[in-house]
């Protein structure tokens, strides 16, 4: 381990073995990211055109999201909604929001 090599490497004894050692701690912990790394690429690789589709749709609704809570700011109704859903939320949740 990192802490094995460190603690030899402090004594100063028997550098070829701190070397060896910190080499395999090395290995050891960059294996499984290159492996991780290769994975998701090659997931990536096979999803693109998927994510691109869903990316583009939920950029759309994203848009048609902000343009009704733009339209319900600017018409005043955002008032009429909020009190509406105050009223008929639970009072811990209430209470809970406006604690702070």
């Not at 912990?29 to 690429?41: E, F």
């Not at 994203?62 to 009704?68: D, E, N, Q, R």
């Amino acid at each position: 381990t990192l802490g094995a090599a460190s603690v030899l490497a402090a004594r100063g004894e028997d550098l070829s073995a701190v070397a060896a050692t910190m080499a395999a701690f090395g290995l050891g912990a960059a294996a499984p990211l290159m492996l991780l790394g290769a994975l998701s690429r090659q997931a990536m690789a096979r999803w693109r055109d998927r994510l691109l589709t869903v990316g583009k749709q939920a950029k759309q609704s994203l848009g048609a999201s902000l343009v009704l809570i733009g339209v319900l700011i600017v018409s005043g109704y955002d008032k009429t909604l909020e009190t509406a859903l105050v009223t008929a939320s639970p009072e811990w949740l209430t209470q809970l929001t406006t604690r702070f």
